[in-house]
């Protein structure tokens, strides 16, 4: 007899939420809720970083689409020229880019240097915050972006401090407007399946005895809203002949909401060029025993490639056919090629209209 009673009961709730299920279609349109097995794009849709160690890192094999991304750190840590790579990535598929430099410090040269197309490039350099986030809300609400690049939180001025005097106190103003930004923009973003990447800096709390005193401006909304947050850092020079020609740097993913984070990725920045992905790939390579180091020569299966790192990077860049061999094989060792849905399906979608995906409920935002 309890069988039976908890069959009725059963069928009661079923039949109860079918009703609410219909009505809250009914209110707000089909396919305002759904069951999540019935969602044919369940699975993160990605676009490459431009970097493989950095795509392995993430988890998923690239930047996440429809979702917000933070890249924080100190000066010339080379905090732009991942954005940028991520643009020249985003292009080469087709698709389109915008840019809101509210630094004003966007260099044509090097942006072209790392591969992005400049001419179909969309770039504002607002005078106000406030300017320069509703332009992002347009630019994202058309539907029409691929990817935009926000450079940088710390740089979007709220109007009224332009408005006042140096020194007056504006107290939480800027953490006010990224909040109010982020609730209206973090569900468009979503919807239409945008990069948003935001660039930030790094602060010091005053009087921090214990623990970490870094912190980012623009208040806490942007950390809760993220789904991946980037910390990147100098880790040393790179030096040929004396003369130092790049960066050793460390990027370590913070928080990452579709993959687990803490993960790190070491890449080379060359002053000039950007990412070195054949730095990358020596190193995955002899991580992965593709290729051999003893002491400091490389070798790739019966050949002896270089002593030195340098100097097997220039080997493996003058022998393009050998340098796309092992490329092959680190994605394989590393299963890259498995992580993330090819953003070529979607961009033909992305150029006729917008797919619309269920939108995230809002954290409760603090300033």
């Known amino acids: ?90 292009q080469k598929q087709g698709g389109t880019a915008a840019y809101i430099d509210a630094e004003n410090a966007m260099d044509p040269k090097y942006a072209t240097a790392l591969g992005v197309n400049i001419d179909d490039l969309l770039l504002s350099q607002p005078d106000t915050g406030e300017q320069g986030l509703e332009i992002a809300d347009a630019l994202v609400s058309s539907g029409a972006i691929d990817i935009l690049i926000i450079d940088s939180v710390a740089a979007l001025v709220p109007q009224a401090e332009i ?62 809203y993220a789904t991946v947050r980037l910390e990147v850092r100098r880790a040393e020079q790179i030096k040929e002949d004396g003369v130092v020609i790049g960066n050793r740097t460390k990027i370590k993913v913070v928080k990452n909401k579709v993959a687990p984070p803490f993960r790190l990725a070491e890449v080379d920045i060359m002053y000039g060029h950007g990412f070195s992905q054949t730095g990358e790939i020596v190193d995955m390579a002899v991580d992965k025993e593709i290729m051999q180091k003893s002491g400091s020569w490389y070798s790739y299966g019966e050949d002896r490639i270089g002593q030195g790192r340098e100097k097997t990077k220039n080997y493996l860049d ?23 849905e090819s953003v070529e399906e979607e961009t033909e979608e992305l150029a006729g209209g917008t797919k619309d995906k269920k939108k995230t409920s809002d954290p409760e935002t603090l300033v």
């Open 318 to 340: 003058e022998h393009p056919d050998m340098k796309d061999e092992i490329r092959l094989k680190v994605r394989s060792a590393y299963d890259m090629d498995g992580m993330g």
């Open 1 to 90: 007899m309890a069988d039976k009673g908890e069959t009725k009961e059963q069928a009661a709730r079923q039949a109860a939420l079918q009703t609410a299920l219909k009505k809250i279609e009914k209110n707000f349109g089909k396919g305002s809720i759904m069951r999540m097995g019935d969602k044919s794009d369940t699975r993160v849709s990605t676009v490459s970083s431009g970097s493989l160690a950095l795509d392995n890192a993430l988890g998923v094999g690239g930047f996440p689409r429809g979702r917000i991304i933070e890249v924080y750190g100190p000066e010339s840590s080379g905090k732009t020229t991942l954005a940028l790579h991520a643009v020249a990535e985003v």
């Open 163 to 224: 408005d006042g005097e140096m020194g007056d106190a504006h107290v939480g103003l800027q953490a006010r407007m990224m909040s109010q930004a982020l609730r209206k923009l973090s569900g468009q973003i979503n919807k239409t399946k945008t990069i948003a990447i935001f660039i930030n800096q790094i602060r010091e709390k005053v009087g921090v005895m214990f623990g970490n005193p870094e912190t980012t401006p623009g208040g806490r909304a942007l950390k809760f």
